[in-house]
């Protein structure tokens, strides 16, 4: 019998043990009559047949492990016994589902956090190249913290170490869009970061060495969400002017699609914060 065969027939049980059970009822019978023919009372006749014809129910028992599925049988009977018995004590029951759960939970969360950190690369280009720099204070024992603005810009000017030193740090901003504000989180990047992240530009342009200079950098980058969600996807939208935080700032670009996701940004501005993550790539 073939495996679609016997399949089929796990589900056409109950039709296939009626139609045996008939065809063993007839055979039965065609026995007895065999034996009152050779003169024995309809009885005796009967018990004849029976011994002669073998145990019907192991009879129907090798049949039906000749069809197969038997393994699946015993496991619905098993699962309907056991739901049964939970059925009657809920308080196990629940006790039961709460482990189940918590397990399920502590074991999502642990993956999650090693994918995050072990398994899946760096959103960034040539992420074996990139390093991530911070500041010490060895007097009051701080091993890492912030870098400043000033620390950075002194690094990035002095220094021949590295091959590039960008600064990246990201803050919530108010965004005016048809006269009512929202909440965005923002990326605070310099011009060179965005070569080091990996990040391009769909439309327009991305920073500038100029745009990292204090009281220049009145200029944004839109991510694609945001680009589509509040401005309908206008690729006229680079050149024109937002309000963020109240004061005017020109849109310069509009990234590609998938770009500052992984760092939860919705857009991206050149300002030079008190403090910055700085990154740096060998």
């Keep these: ?11 056409r049980r109950r039709k296939l043990d009626a139609d045996m059970a008939e065809e063993m009822r007839a055979h039965l019978e065609l026995l007895t009559e065999e034996y009152v023919r050779r003169g024995l009372s309809p009885t005796e006749a009967r018990h004849a047949a029976q011994r002669e014809f073998g145990g019907v129910e192991q009879i129907k028992e090798r049949a039906r492990d000749q ?6 049988a015993d496991l619905m009977q098993d699962a309907r016994v056991g739901w049964r018995m939970l059925g009657r004590e809920r308080g196990f029951t629940a006790l039961c589902v709460l482990v189940v759960a918590l397990g399920i939970g502590a074991t999502t ?6 994918d995050a950190v072990l398994l899946r690369p760096l ?26 603005y000033p620390d950075y810009a002194d690094w990035a000017r002095r220094s021949t170490s590295w091959e590039t030193l960008a600064a990246f740090d990201s803050r919530n901003v108010n965004l005016l869009v048809q006269g009512e504000p929202e909440r965005l989180r923002a990326g ?17 342009r991305t920073f500038s060495s100029d745009d990292d200079l204090p009281g220049r950098g009145r200029v944004a980058l839109l991510t694609e969400p945001l680009w589509r969600s509040r401005f309908g996807a206008d690729p006229a939208i680079v050149g024109r002017e937002i309000v963020i935080d109240a004061a005017p700032y020109a849109v310069v670009g509009v990234l590609a699609a998938g770009q500052g996701i992984d760092f939860g940004v919705e857009i991206v501005l050149p300002t030079a914060l008190p403090t910055l993550f700085t990154g740096l790539r060998l």
Excluded: C
């Excluded at 069809?67 to 699946?72: A, N, P, S, V």
């Excluded at 969360?109 to 090693?114: A, C, L």
């Excluded at 959103?123 to 890492?144: F, Y």
């Design 1 to 11: 019998m073939s495996l679609y065969s016997r399949f089929t027939a796990f589900f």
């Design 67 to 72: 069809r197969g599925g038997r393994w699946l």
């Design 109 to 114: 969360v642990i993956f999650s956090m090693v």
């Design 123 to 148: 959103p960034i280009a040539e992420a074996d190249r990139a390093w991530r720099v911070w500041s010490t204070n060895q007097a009051r024992k701080v091993t890492s913290f912030s870098v400043s």
């Design 188 to 204: 605070v990047a310099t011009h060179n970061a965005l070569e080091l992240l990996g990040w391009r530009v769909a439309h327009g």
